[in-house]
Nanobody, 126 residues
Framework: QVQLVESGGGLVQAGGSLRLSCAASGRTFIRYAMGWFRQAPGKEREFVAAITWSGGSTYYADSVKGRFTISRDSAKNTVYLRMNSLKPEHTAVFSC???????????????????WGQGTQVTVSS
C-alpha cells in the first residue's frame, strides 16, 4: 500500500502561484511514477502532469505546459506541482496518484494509477 497526502492548496488571486505537495508513505516511493490530476466542479477528473519513477521524464497536459512544473524528491518521498500564472479556470480539486509498470502512453490515464490521495482544493479568484 501507498498512502498519499496532498497539501498546499488554497485561495489565490489570478496570476498568482501555488506549490502543491504530495507526501507518500508505505511501499517504496521510488518505484512509482507519480501524477497530478484535477477535477473541477461538474467535470470529470483530468490529467495535469506526471513524472517517471526516476524523475528523468515528465509529461504535461497541453493546457498547462510552460505554466506548471512537476518534480519529485525521493529522499523526502514527496512530489510537487508548481503552478504559475494561475487562472480562475484552474479552480479544482487537485489529487496526486502513484502507479507502477507504466508505459509512456499510460501517464495521462486515470486507470493506470493504483493509489490516490484525497485531494487538495485550489481556488483561483478573478
Amino acid at each position: 500500500q501507498v498512502q498519499l497526502v496532498e497539501s498546499g492548496g488554497g485561495l489565490v488571486q489570478a496570476g498568482g502561484s501555488l506549490r502543491l505537495s504530495c507526501a507518500a508513505s508505505g511501499r517504496t516511493f521510488i518505484r512509482y511514477a507519480m501524477g497530478w490530476f484535477r477535477q473541477a466542479p461538474g467535470k470529470e477528473r483530468e490529467f495535469v502532469a506526471a513524472i517517471t519513477w526516476s524523475g528523468g521524464s515528465t509529461y504535461y497536459a497541453d493546457s498547462v505546459k510552460g505554466r506548471f512544473t512537476i518534480s519529485r524528491d525521493s529522499a523526502k518521498n514527496t512530489v510537487y506541482l508548481r503552478m504559475n500564472s494561475l487562472k480562475p479556470e484552474h479552480t479544482a480539486v487537485f489529487s496526486c496518484a502513484a502507479g507502477s509498470a507504466m508505459r509512456s502512453s499510460d501517464y495521462a490515464q486515470n486507470r493506470a494509477y493504483e493509489y490516490w490521495g484525497q485531494g487538495t482544493q485550489v481556488t483561483v479568484s478573478s
